[in-house]
């Protein structure tokens, strides 16, 4: 196998460095202080086509493989996790369920404006009293004269107060179980849509997340998404594609922190020389930069497989749990390589700190992965 990346790979890297570096670093303490989602920078985010990047360009799309959408999201989480998390909550999510599972007419009518940045879109699995066990939702969609009718409310929801289009699973059929619930599509401005409580966060503050309330909210027909009965289905496999951008987002932060820490290490200086020449440092690097590159070459198996139509359950799930948890090694060696300046604001470790956890929680915890490969290798 050869991996090294092509010529277009490094362009493309080097492009979303040079604009994270540019039209993101300024801003990230600002960003994450005010909790402020930054739909300024959308349109940026557009031009560069990070709002469409799996899309066909039929739809307004970059057409990027799932190999450059890692190394994109990898350069975003490096300078700015929180940012990387919504574009891959817009594409892995949103945007991938509608281009997998949509009809001809909701794909021309919803992609355009998602890959164009007119829109942002959300996506809504989780509940107040279910998460891992995402099979036990109390939302509901109900049939009411040639439209649905849903009823309930998501917590956790990315984009839950900024989204324009929002991808909504709802129980169709309570005695079917898990082949019981449907998806749906669902416009801001529809009524009975509401956003809900905004949530103070750890970290990615600059990401909103918040409820999404359905009060009786009545949607046509046709904004039925995929068949009914196979959302949940539906779901798991947009999560198996989705878990390939987390571990892509995880690299990148681990990346950020490792490099944070070089410089710092490199720049401290005690007991007369750089702390960097200290071999308690040294080895924290190296193993870092080890599990670093590790983690990256998993991501990017990941991808390749999914690029080749390979079913990818147990290669994403691997990289998303090794990825996710060796960023917060490195997040947490950052702070111990700066010291006292690692437990503040004016350096960067903090922030990777309180943004990498999410990682091993969101889009299935690190003991969801474990079962999730434990269940693909025993059923070989």
């Known amino acids: 196998m050869d991996f090294r990346p092509t010529d277009e790979q490094q362009i493309l890297r080097r492009s979303v460095r040079e604009f994270a570096e540019t039209e993101l670093r300024p801003h990230v303490t600002e960003w994450d202080e005010a909790q402020h989602f930054p739909c300024e920078i959308v349109p940026r985010l557009a031009e560069l086509g990070l709002m469409g990047m799996q899309l066909p360009e039929a739809y307004g799309g970059a057409g990027l493989t799932a190999v450059d959408y890692c190394i994109c999201l990898e350069e975003l989480a490096r300078v700015d996790p929180a940012v990387a998390l919504s574009v891959a909550a817009h594409n892995g999510l949103c945007c991938a369920h509608i281009l997998m599972f949509g009809n001809d007419d909701q794909k021309h009518r919803y992609l355009p404006p998602l890959a164009t940045g007119r829109h942002v879109g959300a996506w809504g699995l989780t509940e107040s009293t279910s998460g891992s066990d995402a099979a036990t939702m109390r939302t509901t969609a109900v049939r009411d004269d040639g439209a649905w009718v849903l009823s309930g409310s998501k917590t956790f929801t990315t984009h839950g107060r900024v989204g324009n289009v929002l991808v909504i699973m709802a129980v169709t059929n309570r005695e079917a179980g898990s082949r019981g619930i449907s998806a749906f599509i669902i416009e801001r401005g529809t009524p009975g849509l509401s956003a809900g409580k905004k949530e103070s966060k750890l970290g990615m503050r600059a990401s909103d997340t918040s409820e999404v309330l359905v009060d009786r909210c009545r949607v046509p027909a046709d904004q039925l998404l995929g068949e009914e009965g196979q959302g949940f289905v539906n779901t798991m496999q947009v999560l198996d594609a989705g878990r390939i951008g987390i ?75 090794y990825s996710s948890e060796i960023a917060v090694q490195a997040a947490g060696d950052c702070v111990q390589i700066h010291g006292g300046y690692g437990f503040v604001k004016d350096y960067p470790a903090e922030k990777f700190f309180r943004d990498v956890k999410l990682t091993t929680i969101g889009e299935g915890t690190s003991e969801i992965q474990r079962l999730v490969i434990a269940r693909q290798l025993l059923a070989r």
């Open 247 to 321: 571990a892509a987002l995880a690299v990148g932060l681990a990346q950020g922190a490792y490099e944070a820490a070089l410089r710092y290490a490199q720049q401290r200086r005690a007991f007369g020389e750089s702390i960097s020449s200290f071999q308690a440092i040294q080895w924290k690097l190296a193993d870092n930069a080890t599990r670093i590159e590790a983690a990256r070459l998993l991501t990017y198996r990941a991808a390749y497989l999914r690029d080749r139509g390979y079913r990818t359950t147990l290669e994403s799930s691997m990289a998303k749990l």
